[in-house]
């Protein structure tokens, strides 16, 4: 699986964006210009799911720079989850870590993201 | 046993698919272990659209030559263009740019590149930069067609 996939669902207020395949310079525009639209249209919590993605390059990590700070301005949450070992490795060389607000599970994330949300029917 | 591929590249960022699609198709053939690929396309790249961004910016279409490399012990991608100079090795760390100043390109990308290949080195030669990188992994041999 390499092409890039971009997927929404949501979890009561929470909007889940899974991405998969491979995110680089021919590609990141697509999740910038997607995340950045979601904020705009108002979503309040937006979780990012990197659990299917292969491997991503610095033009993801601005993409989801420009996503993380386009949410500040709108205060909205901004979160990713599931970083599987290499990908988290890219995070680590990036010195990336520190900078999002990162979980281990999509269930974790929405836990913090939207406690209400899982108790929802 | 070295297998060597020469890709002609437009500066346009959507030829980065074509050279990375190569790489993907010599995995395959010669067994490059996945870690290792995986590293040589992010480093890959980077250094790629490094290039197409900042070496030419007259607006006008060009091409520069990326060769890689099988050897039995290593791949080696080099980056042939005849853009403005651009030592990568002396580009700050992202985080330190002077304040006020606009980061020099690359930054982020560059020390990525750094931390995924065993050999990073640039040169400029007759008006031309030559970039080097070199991942060491075992590679197997080619599969018989």
Known sequence: MNALSIVQTRAGDVCIVTLSGRIDSTNANDVKDELTRLISSGE??????????????SAAFRALLVATHEADHQAANFALCSLGGQVRELFEMGGLLEVFAIHNSREEALKQLGGSVLRAP | ?????????RNDVSDIGIVRDILDSLAREFHIPLEALTQLQVALDEVVSNVIKYSWDDGEQHEF????????????LEIFDDGREFDPMTAPSPNHAPEGQRHRPGGLGIRMIKELVD????ERIDGRNHTTLSKTCKVGTAIQK
Do not use: Q
């Open chain 1, 44 to 57: 309040k919590s937006i979780l990012v799911d990197l659990g299917a993605v292969r491997y991503l390059t």
């Open chain 2, 65 to 76: 030559l990326v060769r890689i490399t099988v050897r039995p012990d290593r791949v080696d």
């Open chain 2, 1 to 9: 046993m070295i297998h060597a591929v020469d890709v002609r590249v």
């Open chain 2, 119 to 122: 050999h990073f080195s640039y």
